[in-house]
């Protein structure tokens, strides 16, 4: 709220105005001019508020200003949030490093039938590498990006990452920015999802995008978004990526950037065979990379 006195409002009558507001609770910035003087108001406003301050002597107008949004930016909650459960944490004080795994063994139900992308009923070809799988380490969690997430792939819970979820167990919701958002169009998407009543609200960060194609990793939108809200940060490698040579540099700055977490895409086939999906690491490259993020989180994190 700002607060404009008439040109000849005296010091008392001033004075008088903040004197109200401080004992109001709210906090108040005084700005003086040669002819005019402007009261600066920050706190949790009413309609009554602005009704009750017009009525001083002295007070010309009285400007509401709301927040572009409330339940998402740090003056609602200044401490980040962390979402926690059965998938890890996110927001925690680790990095959140989740797998989309790619193969034959998913998206094919182990009778033959078609299942929801992401189902890993069906074993891959490797029996070394299902008993990877089934461990699951270093990995915190699996996600998919279709709307039916199943419960876990291998030993890993699996979340969707799909804008519209549905039949998901675990409430855990990612909004993505679109490559043409800035920091303020992607909190306010988060914004209308908290309204809604969803309160495990991730950002996602997929990159900007050039004409052709091409996408990048939004460092300036991430340091924004980190300023202005307390909700978890998580950075989509593979989409920005695109290329399987490019993922591990998009990672790890995205780790040196200070996001809570970041998704990498592995393949689970055969070993030797080709993967069919771009920007694509083996398992024992995903887990290595896995473990340098780690390093470079602590590094940062202290």
């Not at 419960?151 to 679109?178: M, N, Y």
């Not at 999906?277 to 490259?285: G, I, N």
Request: with cysteine; net charge neutral.
């Amino acid at each position: 709220m700002i607060v404009v006195m008439e040109p000849d409002a005296s010091d008392a009558a001033v004075e008088s105005v903040i004197s109200f507001l401080v004992s109001a609770g709210f906090d108040v910035h005084r700005s003086s001019g040669a002819s005019t003087t402007i009261l600066g108001v920050v706190g949790d406003l009413r309609s009554t508020d602005v009704s009750v301050v017009s009525e001083f002597p002295g007070v010309s107008q009285v400007v509401r200003v709301s927040e572009q949004f409330r339940l998402a930016s740090r003056r609602f909650r200044q401490q980040s949030t962390v979402i926690e459960g059965p998938w890890g944490s996110i927001g925690g004080d680790k990095p959140w490093i989740a797998i989309e795994a790619v193969g034959p063994g998913v998206g094919h139900s182990a009778d033959g039938g078609s299942a929801p992308p992401g189902d890993a009923s069906a074993p891959p070809g490797s029996p070394e590498l299902a008993y990877e799988v089934r461990a699951g380490r270093p990995f915190d969690a699996a996600v998919t990006r279709s709307p039916h997430a199943v419960d876990t792939i291998g030993a890993l819970v699996c979340l969707s990452v799909h804008p519209k979820p549905s039949d998901q167990r675990f409430a855990v919701h990612f909004v993505e920015r679109q490559p043409s958002w800035g920091a303020s169009h992607w909190i306010g998407a988060a914004e209308r999802e908290l309204t809604r009543g969803d309160s495990s609200i991730v950002l996602l960060e997929a990159g900007g995008e050039y004409p052709n194609g091409a996408r990048s990793l939004e460092i300036a939108a991430i340091a924004r978004a980190k300023q202005r809200t307390h909700l978890p940060i998580v950075v989509d490698v593979p989409t920005i990526a695109q290329r399987a040579r490019y993922v591990e540099s998009v990672a790890c700055a995205a780790i040196g950037a200070g996001v809570d977490g970041v998704i990498l895409r592995t393949w689970i086939g055969r070993a030797g065979e080709v993967p069919r999906v771009p920007a694509t690491l083996s398992w024992s490259d995903a887990v290595q990379l896995a473990e340098k993020l780690r390093r470079i989180g602590q590094a940062i994190r202290g």
